[in-house]
């Protein structure tokens, strides 16, 4: 059974990635809706990451597919899609100001991870940031995760009471419950992962991208013909 859930990841990545085409494509026929963008990039971080963990089911342990593995998903796993839902909640200038300051730190944790040297006592042919020689890069992480915590699952939380308290706002609350849970469970998985059982990852983050898109479906169906469906300030 083992076995069978480190391919899930693959299942997972073909996810990601469509749900990213879904969300480009509305950014292109809207282009003012800089939300639409970073969600779309935050998806595409997704699969990128679950991608590289397929890439080790199929060809084993590498130190540029861990690296990889670890940038995308410990530092831009989570931020992008929060990104998104903090232009949402924010005027665009301090958004604007967020977003580069989130980006930097996470570009500079990016190319400290790739020049760390890896410890190879501690190389079990598993998904670890363990195996990392310079252990402090890891405290990179927990930042941008926070942030995602915040405005990803925080923020539609936050939506869904309000909507919940609102006349005719459709299922727009289940739709944001659904996104909080879907952004809740990887970070769920991330810290069994630093426990040593990644299987729950690879679970949670199938689960994870699949309630995000399910409950973008249902905002979207429960919006108005001329109204986007997460184009409103209090929406996710």
């Known amino acids: 059974m083992l076995q069978v859930i480190h391919y899930l990841p693959i299942v997972t990545t073909i996810i990601a990635f ?27 971080m997704f699969g990128i990451g679950t ?15 861990l690296k990889a593995w670890y940038i995308s998903g410990a530092l831009f796993g989570a931020f992008p899609l929060a990104q998104g839902t ?6 665009k200038k301090t958004a604007d100001v967020m977003a580069g300051m989130i980006t930097i730190y996470c570009l500079i944790a990016s190319i400290l991870i790739a020049a760390s040297p890896i410890n190879s006592s ?13 252990s402090w890069v890891r405290a990179f992480s927990p930042l941008p995760n926070m942030y995602g915590l915040i405005f990803l699952v925080g923020g539609a939380a936050w939506s869904a009471i309000q909507y919940a308290r609102k006349q005719g706002s459709g299922n727009r609350a289940l739709g944001n419950w ?8 990887p970070g769920i998985g991330g810290t069994f992962t630093r426990l040593g059982f990644v299987e729950i990852l690879f679970i949670t983050e199938f689960f994870g991208i699949s309630l995000i898109w399910a409950g973008y479906r249902v905002i979207l169906s429960a919006s108005q013909p001329s109204i986007h469906p997460i184009q409103q300030q209090t929406q996710i």
């Not at 903090?86 to 005027?91: A, E, I, Q, R, S």
């Open 86 to 91: 903090v232009y949402l909640l924010f005027k």
């Open 122 to 134: 501690m190389v079990t042919g598993e998904l670890t940031g363990k195996v990392l020689g310079w």
């Open 178 to 185: 659904l996104i909080a849970l879907g952004g809740l469970l």
């Open 18 to 44: 469509s749900f990213t085409g879904v969300l480009l494509r509305h950014w292109m026929r809207k282009r003012s809706a800089t939300y639409l963008l970073w969600w779309g990039i935050g998806t595409l």
């Open 51 to 65: 991608s590289t963990e397929a890439i080790h089911a199929l060809f084993g342990w590498n130190e540029a597919n």
